[in-house]
């Protein structure tokens, strides 16, 4: 694989000198027509989200609508399958013109040169990334280029059944509560009889301690993406602090959480609290039996600090499409005010246009959306390597963490020892 991604960094770089070429041609042309070319271009677009698929051809549309000589064929593969053919594709050197790159991933695919740079793109098009939120450009640029623009983001926030904590005489969460109110509350709200419990303790990285490590002091990856925080004692508290409510019998166990997924009990009000992502939305407010009884507020503090991960997804350009001109078209009017109301207007997803958000908050005016957005003052940007194995080892790790087949800080190690092995051989 290694060999054959070399293969496609080296056509990629000639399509890139043949492209520049063509910009030195064509350069001070301000006709839309002349820059791409009259002929008719179809660009093939990939994605995995079918929730999201009609509001793409919906985006699509508008955008054929103001360049007639090109078309998009939207291509939906679901993300199991997703990038396993991706990498297929990228054998045959039949990657989609433009597709969804999402943060776990991108830095493999930049580094073996799949991805076409946009730094000048962006820069000729004065296209303001202030715009969009900074932690998105960090995780979408690798050795000084942007290879894409971010199309939208997610965090996670406390969400809370409203008819559980009337029914227990609690008081709702507030911004300030702390992690010792949400526990005191989580206590209260746990009633082994009817069989619901105050909130439950997953072990997941971004809707969990991706949020509550950085709370703690800690970091998973430095800024620099060149030393892993699993070393450090605010990485073993980050974790230890939802190990501890199991333990207490506030949360559900392992096997429960097992047997019926977290958020399925939150959905059938078996629990009474959860950190959920904001990509949960749609399906919160689908459903009959809590969309009426449901708010969120901000993760509370943790020893008086705040702590959150930002994840988004960027559309990004294939480095050996035929078409680079029509493809940068494409993704300019992605990034565009106009597609990001778009994108707003559906509630599907946060848009990443910073003057899309208004609309976006009020799509679903009967809950605290703004409780996302105020997460990104103090959001840190998602992790990402080129060596990806080690997210597999983090994740085999938590699960046996939270079994409490090894203690917190043998799992630390662990992590770290392999985050260290991935980042030299990111080198």
Not at 100 to 125: C, D, Q
Not at 227 to 256: F, M
Request: hydrophobic share 35%.
């Amino acid at each position: 694989m290694k060999k054959i991604l070399s293969i496609i960094l080296c056509v990629a770089l000639m399509t890139t000198m043949l492209v520049g070429c063509g910009d030195k041609a064509t350069s001070g042309q301000s006709d839309q027509g002349q820059k791409q070319g009259n002929e008719p271009v179809t660009l093939t677009f990939a994605l995995w989200d079918k929730n999201q698929e009609p509001v793409m051809q919906e985006i699509v549309k508008k955008f054929e609508e103001t360049h007639p000589n090109i078309k998009v064929d939207v291509q939906l593969t679901p993300y199991k399958q997703y990038f396993t053919k991706l990498e297929t594709a990228a054998q045959g050197g039949e990657v989609p013109d433009v597709f969804w790159m999402n943060g776990p991933r991108f830095m493999k695919y930049a580094a073996n040169g799949i991805l076409m740079p946009i730094t000048e793109k962006v820069k000729s098009e004065n296209i303001d990334l202030s715009k969009y939120p900074q932690g998105l450009i960090d995780l979408y640029s690798y050795k000084d280029n942007l290879y894409g623009i971010p199309k939208d983001w997610d965090v996670t926030a406390l969400w809370y059944n409203k008819r559980l904590f009337d029914e227990a005489g609690v008081d709702y969460p507030t911004n300030e509560w702390t992690w010792e109110d949400m526990k005191e509350a989580a206590k209260k709200l746990t009633n082994t009889d009817k069989g619901v419990y105050g909130i439950a303790a997953r072990a997941d990285t971004q809707e969990g301690a991706y949020n509550t490590i950085p709370a703690c002091g800690g970091y998973i990856i430095s800024d620099d993406r060149t030393k892993s925080g699993y070393d450090t004692a605010g990485n073993a508290e980050g974790i230890k602090v939802w190990i501890d409510l199991i333990k207490e019998g506030v949360s559900p166990t392992v096997p429960e959480m097992d047997d019926t997924s977290p958020i399925s009990m939150f959905q059938s009000e078996k629990v009474a609290m959860i950190y959920a992502a904001s990509w949960n939305v749609p399906e919160f407010m689908k459903n009959e039996m809590i969309k009426d009884n449901v708010d969120l507020v901000v993760m509370p503090k943790i020893k008086g600090n705040r702590g959150a991960v930002i994840h988004g997804l960027s559309n990004v350009i294939y480095s050996g499409t035929k078409h680079p001109e029509e493809a940068w078209e494409l993704v300019k009017y992605l990034a565009s005010k106009e597609a990001n109301e778009i994108w707003a207007k559906s509630g599907v997803v946060i848009p990443a246009h910073t003057e899309a958000l208004d609309i976006w908050k009020n799509s679903y005016p009967n809950i605290n959306l703004q409780a996302f957005i105020d997460t990104l003052d103090y959001a840190t940007m998602y992790p990402s390597t080129v060596n990806t194995k080690w997210f597999e080892v983090e994740w085999d790790t938590y699960i046996e963490m939270w079994n409490e087949q090894i203690s917190v800080e043998e799992g630390c190690k662990i992590i770290y020892d392999e985050m260290t092995k991935a980042l030299k051989q990111d080198k």
